[in-house]
C-alpha cells in the first residue's frame, strides 16, 4: 500500500463507501445481487483465498491500523496464486488489445481479486473494489431492508467485529478471514495526549558521488534532507531488491519484505536545517539500493513514526578492474560430518589494480559446484554434498562485470569413508567418589557416521551407556575403599570404539588405623602421645581423636600427629588408642592400645 495512505490528513480518501446522499439512495449492489443477475449457464467461478490480517512482531493480530471514535483503520493480505483450470470457467471479456481468453483452457487459473467486503458482524457490510488491501472504515450499509439499505456511522465508545473477504471478477467470494475485534475510543488522538506521527520526509538526496569499491573496507553514502518540525529523530533504510513493488513485511507493520535499517541521526540542534546521514560502507560493487527515510517524534506521551519518504533508487558504481586471485578456500567444520563439506572462502585483496568481485565460482577440479554473492570484508560460506570416500579438490574463481580472477590455490582431501570411532580421549574425575559411586567425564566425538552413544566399563564390566551428547556419567556398585579401573568407548553406525585409558582409584571409605603409637614423658598427671598417620586416606584425614579407654581425651587436627594428654591422677592406669577422621566418618582405633600406670606421688 502507498504511504499515503497512512496519512492522518488523507486517511478519508480510503472510504469505499463515503455516506454522500447520493450513495444513500443509490447503494451499491451486493455480491449476492450481481451472481443472481447472471445468466443460468454461466458456470462455477474460481474462489478466491481467505484474506489474512497482518501480524505484529510478536505475533498478535494488528488489523486495525488506528482506531478514532468513528472511523476504523483495517489492513490486510490476500494471497494471489494458482490454482487447477475449473471446466466450467467461462471467458473474461476481451482486453482492449486482445482478442480475449477462457482461463478454463489453460491447466492453471490466476486468482483475480476484484475487491473485498468487509463485514461488521451482525450489522451490515462494506465494498472496496480494486487491488487495495487497506480500508478506512468510517460506516457500513445495514441492509435489514434490503431495497433501501441504510448507511450507518461508525460509533464512538462501541465494540466492532469485522471480518474481510476477497470477490472474484465474477462476484464470488471466497472464505472469510478470521474476526477482528476492535473498539472505538470516546475521543480522537487529536484530542488525546497521544504524540502523533510527524510528516513525511520529501527531498532526500544523495550528498556526494556514490562510492567506487577499491577497498575491503568499501565506501560510505551520504544523504541528506531538509530538517522537518516536531522531529526526535530519523530512520534510513536500504531495500537490495531487483524489484520496484516489494511486499510488506507480514512480521513488522510498516515495512517491507528486505528492508534493512541502516541507522539513525538525531535531528540537528541549533539553526541548522540539513539532515546528513552517513551510511556503513557499502562493499559490493553493482549493488542496487532503495533508500528511504522517515521521521519519528519521542515525547512524554510516547513515540511515532511518520511515513517513509519517496524511495531514491540508484546502484553503486560497478569495479574499475577484474577481481585478483582469491585466498585458498578452508574447511569451515573439521572433520567432515555427514558428507556435508563445508567451505569458508576467503576474498581477494582489493585495490586500484585489483577490483572488487561481485560474486565467488567454487570449482572441484574443472567442475563448477557453486556460485556465491557475497559482500566484501565477509567470509562466504558454502555447503556441497559429496559421498563417503569421494576426492575432492576446491578452488575459488572472484568475478565481476569486468573479467574473473586467477583460480586460487586448491583445498584438496577426502570425505572420510565410515568406520567406528576412535577411543575416546580427556577421562578424568567429574567430581569427587562417593562410597559406591565414581563420577567420570570425556570429550565428545564429533565425525561420520555420527557416534550414538558412549558406554562405561569397570575393568572388563560394562556398566551402562551414556546416551550422546551426553560426555559424562557415574559408574556405580562399589563398596567403600575398594579399587576401581574406569574406561570408556563410543560406539556409531559401523561399531564400538576400543576402551580409553583407564583412570584408577578408591572409593570413599574411612581412614585406616594409625600406626607406631606411642606414650612418653609419663608424669603424675600426663603424658605425650605420638603417632603415625594411615597411608592412602580417600578422602583425606580431617582430625584424630585420642582415647583412654572409651575416654575421648583430645582432638587433634590432621596437620598434626602428637598431643599432650592432661588431667591424670597419681598411680592411675591408662590404654591410649588413636583414631583418624575424615568426611566419610571415624575409622578404627589403632591396635594393640598403649597401657601403663601413672606414676605415684
Known sequence: MANEKWNLATNSALTSEPGSPVALVNPPLTAEQRVAARPADYGDSVVPPKPTWYKTSDGEDTGAGRVQPREIQLYWRSNIGEIAAHSKMPPLPPLPDQGGYNLGSRGLDHIYIAGHRVTVVGEGDVIVPGGDTDALVTGYWDRTDPVHPQWTRIEPETEYTVTVEAYNHD????????????????VGYDQQHTTLPPGPVNDVQFGGPLPVITSSGGGAITLRWQKQLNVTKYEVFDNSSRETDVPMDLARPGLNEGDVKLGEVNQPSGATQTVTFTTPNYTTPDQRLALKVRAVRTDSNGTATGPFSPVLRSQIPPATASPGKAGTPTLTESPIVGGQVKLTLVPPSIGSANGAPTYYAVYDGTRKVATVQAPLGAAPHVTLSYKAAQAYSFTVVAGNSLGTGTPSNALTGTVPTPAAPAAPT????????????????WNAITMDPPVTKYTLYQGTTNKGDVAVPNTSG????????????ISVTATNSVGESAKSTAITGKTNAVPGAPTAVAVNNVTTTGMDVSWTAPAGAQPAVTNYKVYDGTTLKATVPAGSTSTTLTGYTPSTDYSITVAAVNTVGEGAKSSPAVTGTTPAS
Open 474 to 485: 557415574t559408574v556405580t556398585g562399589y563398596t567403600a575403599g575398594q579399587n576401581y579401573s
Open 426 to 441: 580427556g577421562l578424568a574425575l567429574n567430581g569427587s567418589p562417593t562410597t559406591t559411586s565414581v563420577p567420570v567425564q
Open 171 to 186: 462476484h464470488v467470494y471466497g472464505p472469510a478471514s478470521d474476526e477482528l475485534t476492535v473498539t472505538t475510543p470516546a
